[in-house]
């Protein structure tokens, strides 16, 4: 196998709903990544999303995509793992480079989901049988995973508010992000009104619309492509026991913690290296217990870390350093490359007002339903 960069990336700003069509909004990313790659085609597009099939009674969208960027007769497959698709995404098109079975590979993400309604395709994600006809969804997962947190771990009710105001502080200064002109403080956070107790509004992640992509290249031939590569480091997938009831432990991400160790591993680096991590905040919850999963927090110290402002772009570990699911937005399929794209940013030095000091590795983390799949990438330079 041989070593793979990130040469090019391209994303479209997060909306509620854009005037785009799901087909537009995949084209203009793949394009936007290819021009600052400077390639005009590629040799595999590998292409993340959910909830086409449902939402607009589209499949196969990875050829139609191709098609209509007229990238004609390359590998086009589309890739799933739910929450996690882009991520999935990313590691398929990794393998692609890798394996040398392609020189360029696009990852794409895409989502549209401001057509219909997207949560009851969302709760797909669980177990058809045993939870969804029991009435369970993504969101009623999760607030039962942050009322057994909070009853364990004895933290106030308010324990994690701090996850959503730093992200909505990054987001401010993030032009692509869906609320990067929206103010949050922690009385407001704590203030907002209940979705499913404990979970308030602040605590989940926006349904929205965006398109993000990267382009792919043997790490040899890299620098022939931009002056700024980014070393795929690792990629690793993990998986937990599908249902959250089924597992030893609830609050334990035993797929955060599994391919987080076998990515460090694989990338021949430790915690202590890490600059910054791209968590999937979904929900605040998830947050805080991928913190806790990869060993950067003790078991229910997770929420300190945001309390304590350990979480912020000059803090211990800064976090959804360019808003996060929170604030950017989940476009669920195109979530796991956003987080890729931002850490581009973030290691090449052009983030701005959120630029982590000189960053040298980015640890990116996907989450695939109830924390079922976890997909882990290490970035570095």
Same mark, same amino acid.
């Given at each position: 196998? @041989? /070593?793979?960069?990130?040469? +090019?990336?391209? %994303? #479209?700003?997060?909306? &509620?709903?854009?005037?785009?069509?799901?087909? =537009? !909004?995949?084209?203009?990313?793949?394009? @936007? /990544?290819?021009?600052?790659? +400077?390639?005009? %085609? #590629?040799?595999?597009? &590998?292409?993340?999303?959910?909830?086409?099939? =449902? !939402?607009?009674?589209?499949?196969?969208?990875? /050829?139609?995509?191709?098609?209509?960027?007229?990238?004609?007769?390359?590998? &086009?497959?589309?890739?799933?793992?739910?929450?996690?698709?882009?991520?999935?995404?990313?590691?398929? /098109?990794?393998?692609?480079?890798?394996?040398?079975?392609?020189?360029?590979?696009?990852?794409?993400?895409?989502?549209?989901?401001?057509?219909?309604?997207?949560?009851?395709?969302?709760?797909?994600?669980?177990?058809?049988?045993?939870?969804?006809?029991?009435?369970?969804?993504?969101?009623?997962?999760?607030?039962?995973?942050?009322?057994?947190?909070?009853?364990?771990?004895?933290?106030?009710?308010?324990?994690?508010?701090?996850?959503?105001?730093?992200?909505?502080?990054?987001?401010?200064?993030?032009?692509?992000?869906?609320?990067?002109?929206?103010?949050?403080?922690?009385?407001?956070?704590?203030?907002?009104?209940?979705?499913?107790?404990?979970?308030?509004?602040?605590?989940?992640?926006?349904?929205?619309?965006?398109?993000?992509?990267?382009?792919?290249?043997?790490?040899?031939?890299?620098?022939?492509?931009?002056?700024?590569?980014?070393?795929?480091?690792?990629?690793?997938?993990?998986?937990?026991?599908?249902?959250?009831?089924?597992?030893?432990?609830?609050?334990?991400?035993?797929?955060?913690?599994?391919?987080?160790?076998?990515?460090?591993?694989?990338?021949?680096?430790?915690?202590?290296?890490?600059?910054?991590?791209?968590?999937?905040?979904?929900?605040?919850?998830?947050?805080?217990?991928?913190?806790?999963?990869?060993?950067?927090?003790?078991?229910?110290?997770?929420?300190?870390?945001?309390?304590?402002?350990?979480?912020?772009?000059?803090?211990?570990?800064?976090?959804?350093?360019?808003?996060?699911?929170?604030?950017?937005?989940?476009?669920?399929?195109?979530?796991?490359?956003?987080?890729?794209?931002?850490?581009?940013?973030?290691?090449?030095?052009?983030?701005?007002?959120?630029?982590?000091?000189?960053?040298?590795?980015?640890?990116?983390?996907?989450?695939?339903?109830?924390?079922?799949?976890?997909?882990?990438?290490?970035?570095?330079?």
């Amino acid at each position: 196998m @041989r /070593a793979v960069s990130i040469v +090019g990336i391209g %994303q #479209v700003p997060v909306e &509620a709903a854009t005037s785009w069509s799901l087909r =537009e !909004l995949g084209v203009e990313a793949a394009r @936007r /990544a290819m021009a600052d790659a +400077g390639v005009e %085609q #590629v040799d595999a597009l &590998a292409c993340g999303n959910m909830l086409a099939d =449902e !939402l607009q009674g589209q499949k196969h969208l990875a /050829a139609l995509i191709a098609d209509e960027a007229g990238m004609r007769g390359i590998e &086009a497959l589309d890739v799933g793992a739910v929450t996690a698709s882009g991520a999935a995404a990313l590691r398929l /098109a990794f393998l692609m480079v890798a394996s040398g079975q392609a020189e360029l590979a696009v990852a794409l993400g895409v989502e549209k989901m401001s057509e219909g309604v997207a949560m009851p395709a969302i709760s797909k994600a669980l177990d058809a049988e045993r939870e969804v006809a029991n009435g369970a969804t993504m969101i009623s997962r999760n607030a039962e995973l942050l009322a057994l947190y909070l009853e364990r771990t004895k933290a106030p009710a308010h324990a994690m508010v701090w996850f959503a105001v730093n992200a909505h502080k990054n987001a401010r200064n993030n032009p692509h992000a869906m609320f990067h002109e929206l103010r949050v403080s922690a009385r407001k956070v704590r203030g907002s009104r209940v979705i499913h107790a404990p979970l308030r509004l602040y605590d989940c992640a926006p349904i929205c619309d965006g398109s993000a992509a990267v382009v792919l290249a043997p790490s040899e031939q890299a620098r022939a492509f931009t002056d700024h590569p980014v070393r795929i480091l690792a990629s690793s997938v993990a998986t937990d026991r599908f249902r959250v009831e089924d597992r030893e432990d609830p609050l334990v991400l035993e797929g955060s913690q599994v391919s987080a160790h076998k990515a460090f591993r694989e990338a021949n680096v430790n915690r202590g290296d890490v600059s910054f991590f791209e968590v999937h905040d979904a929900f605040s919850i998830m947050a805080c217990l991928q913190l806790e999963a990869v060993g950067f927090a003790a078991p229910g110290e997770g929420w300190r870390m945001a309390a304590e402002r350990q979480i912020g772009i000059r803090g211990r570990l800064p976090i959804c350093t360019m808003g996060g699911l929170k604030a950017r937005g989940h476009p669920i399929g195109a979530s796991g490359v956003y987080q890729i794209v931002e850490a581009v940013l973030q290691l090449t030095g052009r983030a701005g007002k959120n630029q982590v000091r000189d960053p040298k590795v980015g640890l990116v983390q996907s989450i695939g339903g109830a924390a079922s799949t976890v997909i882990t990438h290490v970035l570095g330079v």
